[in-house]
């Protein structure tokens, strides 16, 4: 083991930012509070309040991936790596255009190279539309490896509900292994984006997990997820990689929660999703025309029809972040868009879109609680008391804004142990607090004008952004 791998395999989820930043958050804002409240007093108690079920759930999958990591460490500890003789399927669909290529080469490499030693019978799909701009260098990165296939779907293919985009390309790939006979328990399925590779630790997760399972007997899991991250090496933007730092700790907080515990509500992304091929047969991608966000409706289903089978391991996928702050805009506004369509599919059962509404509310009013437009208002209206109704509401304000800080120290953590030099530079924890008000409307405003365009009908477009190398 290499010592960037010793380095990750140490690696737990820190708890003390975390209290650091809420007893100064709770004694500062404890200082400033007035006696009376102003004009702003009743929204803000609010606004500033409302996230406090999504901070509860993120601080408990914090101590729930603490003790997985650890309780994982404790049972591995001094045995040989696990090689498993299940077939593992890697399904990479991808637009298949010029720009997108060297990020897909790039991830493909990393399943041929780190798979195998733990899945002797591992097996790369690149699941591509049928005469792609990129086709022949696609066709040519099979032809380098008798692991990688190309899966080009027909152009005159069309599902049953009429699905687009890439849940199309998903549901032809799993009709297909139905039909090759793959749809068995001793399949799994690991499903992965094209600019989105693997490591060592990612295969040894992976290969752990499913010999967990085999012998779970009747209280096996069939969907399993971890880490997605961003080495610092893959980006071409700076500020929208250091505004990604949130998307690791997401993973390490709140999706721990929900999917480690058994039922994923709180949804699942793309990246690192490892499904039973035998459980993926029973819903599979048809999700109609309307889908943008094909996972999460996944998730969603799942959960209710196996609850309690799904985990979280510790294993890592690598990839990387928006390439311009357009791209950055266009890709959160797509996830906020679609899943406002999920909240509203009659389709699904209310108590499974319950949490993602309340998730996508706190989502859309993101701008209203963010700090400077508050203080904007407050100069606008001549009232700048941010006093809350009661002294009372500040221990949850502080907890709230302590689990935001938080997410942005321990992600920034995270990308950064995952990159080449495997640390934070100096002005990089600076910036990535100083800059969480940035952040806060780089999220929130894409996520308001998404949701405007569902409630107005806009048609729904699937945008594939370019893919750093």
């Keep these: 083991m290499g010592a960037s791998q010793r380095r990750l395999a ?18 500062s804002e404890t200082w400033l509070t007035q006696p009376h409240p102003g004009m702003l007093g009743w929204p803000l108690t609010v606004l500033w309040t409302w996230p406090i079920f999504t901070t509860l759930t993120g601080i408990f999958g914090l101590s729930r991936t603490r003790k997985r990591l650890r309780a994982a460490a404790e049972r591995w500890h001094g045995q040989d790596p696990p090689r498993s003789d299940e077939l593992l399927v890697v399904v990479v669909p991808t637009v298949g255009r010029d720009d997108t290529h060297p990020a897909l080469e790039r991830s493909v490499h990393s399943y041929t190279s780190w798979l195998p030693p733990c899945f002797p019978n591992v097996r790369v799909d690149i699941v591509v539309d049928e005469g792609c701009e990129a086709e022949a260098r696609i066709k040519q990165l099979a032809a380098d490896s008798d692991r990688v296939r190309v899966v080009a779907v027909p152009s005159d293919y069309v599902t049953p509900n009429g699905t687009r985009f890439k849940a199309r390309a ?118 109609g025309p309307r889908s943008l966000v094909e996972d999460a409706q996944f998730a969603l289903i799942f959960s209710e029809r196996y609850p309690g089978r799904s985990a979280w391991f510790g294993g890592r ?124 409307l780089m999220e929130g405003l894409p996520g308001l004008r998404g949701f405007v365009k569902f409630a107005r009908r806009t048609p729904n477009r699937f945008m594939v952004i370019a893919k750093p190398s």
């Design 170 to 287: 998903a549901h032809y790939a799993h009709e297909l292994r139905v039909h090759e006979g793959e749809a068995r328990d001793d399949v799994w399925v690991l499903h992965m984006d094209d600019d989105t590779g693997v490591g060592p630790d990612t295969a040894l997760a992976m290969a752990w997990f499913i010999e967990e399972q085999r012998v779970a007997g009747p209280d096996a899991k069939h969907l399993a997820q971890g880490i997605l991250t961003y080495p610092r090496e893959y980006a071409v933007n700076r500020l929208t990689w250091l505004a990604d730092s949130a998307r690791p700790a997401e993973d390490v907080g709140r999706f721990s929660a929900w999917t480690g515990s058994g039922t994923p509500r709180a949804g699942v992304h793309g990246e690192l999703l490892l499904v039973r091929a035998s459980i993926e047969a029973t819903i599979g991608w048809d999700f």
């Design 317 to 440: 996928c690598y990839g990387a972040s928006p390439a311009s702050m357009r791209d950055f805009f266009r890709q959160r506004e797509r996830w906020s868009w679609g899943l406002a369509a999920l909240v509203f599919n009659r389709s699904l059962p209310l108590r499974n879109r319950v949490l993602l509404g309340y998730s996508v509310l706190s989502w859309v009013i993101g701008p209203l609680q963010n700090v400077a437009v508050v203080l904007l208002v407050g100069l606008l209206i001549a009232d700048p008391n941010t006093s809350p109704t009661t002294v009372l509401i500040i221990p949850l304000w502080a907890v709230n804004m302590a689990y935001v800080v938080w997410m942005y120290w321990e992600g920034l953590r995270v990308n950064a142990g995952v990159s080449a030099d495997g640390r934070r530079r100096w002005w990089e924890p600076v910036a990535v607090i100083a800059l969480i008000p940035v952040f806060g």
């Design 10 to 27: 140490r690696w737990r989820p820190a708890y003390l930012p975390l209290v650091l930043a809420y007893l100064i958050i709770v004694v």
